[in-house]
T-cell receptor
Framework: GNSVTQMEGPVTLSEEAFLTINCTYTATGYPSLFWYVQYPGEGLQLLLKATKADDKGSNKGFEATYRKETTSFHLEKGSVQVSDSAVYFCALSEDGGTASKLTFGTGTRLQVTL | DTAVSQTPKYLVTQMGNDKSIKCEQNLGHDTMYWYKQDSKKFLKIMFSYNNKELIINETVPNRFSPKSPDKAHLNLHINSLELGDSAVYFC????????????FGNGTRLTVT
């Protein structure tokens, strides 16, 4: 079956530091890949996505590249802010026809301090 | 505001009770979902409906029964609540295509005592 593996957190960084959160996946076929972010007390929000190999998703300074050869979709940001503190989830989507059946990683908590 | 809204936000109840969580989306999406997030933040899909038709039904106890009166609503009814049902339940919606991103509600924190 499909699976997503994320680096364990928490990740603690100082403001303006470089961020990498690793994500690797196992899937049959050609899934779409996503990063979602969950702020405290809220639901998940889509951060970025990539639908095929070598696609780069980007949003709000965050980037991730769909690497089929290494089955990875690592999240990066050049300079984090305190407001980026949240839990980040990597996910893949099987083509379920009329539904997106997302398989999530376990989430990585990011804490950014001044 | 366009959104996925679910009620209640918090639900505290005793073992053995029956409770419902309601979800509504006004994004015009065809597909709705229920996810369960456990205490370690792990998310797992429970159900998905497309235009009122059940299309994903993961291994969930039959005490959990989803109901979709129309494509904008997906409610979750839970019978005979157990301690292990304590979790945050998220409703979500998407367009009816396999790689469409999901839009999540803010969750319902269920605590069974």
């Amino acid at each position: 079956g499909n699976s997503v593996t994320q680096m364990e957190g928490p990740v603690t960084l100082s403001e303006e530091a470089f961020l990498t959160i690793n994500c690797t996946y196992t899937a049959t076929g050609y899934p779409s890949l996503f990063w979602y972010v969950q702020y405290p007390g809220e639901g998940l929000q889509l951060l970025l996505k990539a639908t095929k190999a070598d696609d780069k998703g980007s949003n709000k300074g965050f980037e991730a590249t769909y690497r089929k050869e290494t089955t990875s979709f690592h999240l990066e940001k050049g300079s984090v802010q305190v407001s980026d503190s949240a839990v980040y989830f990597c996910a893949l989507s099987e083509d379920g026809g009329t539904a997106s059946k997302l398989t999530f990683g376990t989430g990585t908590r990011l804490q950014v301090t001044l | 505001d366009t959104a996925v809204s679910q009620t209640p936000k918090y639900l505290v109840t005793q073992m053995g009770n029956d409770k419902s969580i309601k979800c509504e989306q006004n994004l015009g999406h065809d597909t709705m979902y229920w996810y369960k997030q456990d205490s370690k933040k792990f998310l797992k899909i429970m159900f998905s409906y497309n235009n009122k038709e059940l299309i994903i039904n993961e291994t969930v106890p039959n005490r959990f029964s989803p109901k979709s009166p129309d494509k904008a609503h997906l409610n979750l009814h839970i019978n005979s609540l157990e301690l292990g049902d304590s979790a945050v339940y998220f409703c979500a919606s998407s367009h009816g295509q396999g790689n469409s991103p999901l839009h999540f509600g803010n969750g319902t924190r269920l605590t069974v005592t």
